[in-house]
């Protein structure tokens, strides 16, 4: 079984997460590199990489879970697709940092019962109450694999980008080393304002 030795932690983890490919991919916001990581169990993540980042300290960092609505149909029912496209912005305009893409679509139950509680919601449940109705808990994803990433690169330390304190938490019970919290406040429209008032009053998210 490989090991990595977390250079922000004096503890040996089993690896969950393993580097599998990479490529270069030039976007709208500059010449990212992509890095693809495999779980034991098959599930694939995404790391885009921009600039040095190995064995740096607060290494701007985002922590995206996957939304296929979001990011790629543009839902105007969340903001996730604007907080991606933000996160790359900054990146670009410091010159370095990391998006760690994960695929816990739907806050971790999947890509269909997410279709099944937005069911729910159009229906007057708010999205807590819609993933619990289905027998989910109000957010389900887990941030272990992101220190196996991590340690891919050598990175010490990390300033997150999100508004949800659980997800720092997260990421320091994962042994992983977070510097600072960065807010990102982008994407509310008329649709997804009953939503991020949700998430702020229930799932504790941050102004």
């Given at each position: 079984?490989?090991?990595?030795?977390?250079?922000?932690?004096?503890?040996?983890?089993?690896?969950?997460?393993?580097?599998?490919?990479?490529?270069?991919?030039?976007?709208?916001?500059?010449?990212?590199?992509?890095?693809?990581?495999?779980?034991?169990?098959?599930?694939?993540?995404?790391?885009?990489?921009?600039?040095k980042i190995?064995?740096?300290?607060?290494?701007?960092?985002?922590?995206?879970?996957?939304?296929?609505?979001?990011?790629?149909?543009?839902?105007?029912?969340?903001?996730?697709?604007?907080?991606?496209?933000?996160?790359?912005?900054?990146?670009?305009?410091?010159?370095?940092?990391?998006?760690?893409?994960?695929?816990?679509?739907?806050?971790?139950?999947?890509?269909?019962?997410?279709?099944?509680?937005?069911?729910?919601?159009?229906?007057?449940?708010?999205?807590?109450?819609?993933?619990?109705?289905?027998?989910?808990?109000?957010?389900?994803?887990?941030?272990?694999?992101?220190?196996?990433?991590?340690?891919?690169?050598?990175?010490?330390?990390?300033?997150?980008?999100?508004?949800?304190?659980?997800?720092?938490?997260?990421?320091?019970?994962?042994?992983?080393?977070?510097?600072?919290?960065?807010?990102?406040?982008?994407?509310?429209?008329?649709?997804?304002?009953?939503?991020?008032?949700?998430k702020k009053?229930?799932?504790?998210?941050?102004?």
């Open positions: 079984i490989r090991r990595y030795n977390l250079s922000f932690s004096n503890i040996n983890l089993m690896t969950r997460c393993k580097f599998a490919a990479k490529s270069k991919l030039p976007i709208e916001f500059g010449d990212f590199e992509i890095c693809a990581f495999e779980e034991d169990s098959g599930k694939e993540h995404i790391a885009l990489v921009l600039g190995e064995n740096q300290e607060n290494v701007l960092c985002r922590v995206h879970s996957e939304c296929l609505t979001g990011d790629t149909f543009f839902s105007k029912k969340c903001d996730c697709g604007h907080q991606l496209r933000r996160s790359m912005e900054l990146i670009s305009e410091k010159g370095s940092g990391i998006i760690l893409y994960l695929r816990q679509e739907g806050r971790g139950i999947g890509l269909v019962n997410k279709i099944k509680a937005y069911s729910l919601q159009d229906e007057g449940y708010d999205t807590v109450e819609a993933n619990e109705m289905l027998g989910f808990n109000a957010d389900e994803r887990s941030y272990e694999i992101c220190s196996d990433m991590l340690s891919h690169f050598s990175v010490k330390s990390v300033n997150v980008l999100t508004n949800n304190p659980s997800k720092v938490k997260g990421l320091e019970e994962s042994n992983i080393s977070v510097s600072k919290r960065i807010p990102l406040h982008v994407g509310k429209n008329e649709v997804n304002s009953a939503y991020l008032k949700t009053d229930k799932l504790g998210h941050l102004d």
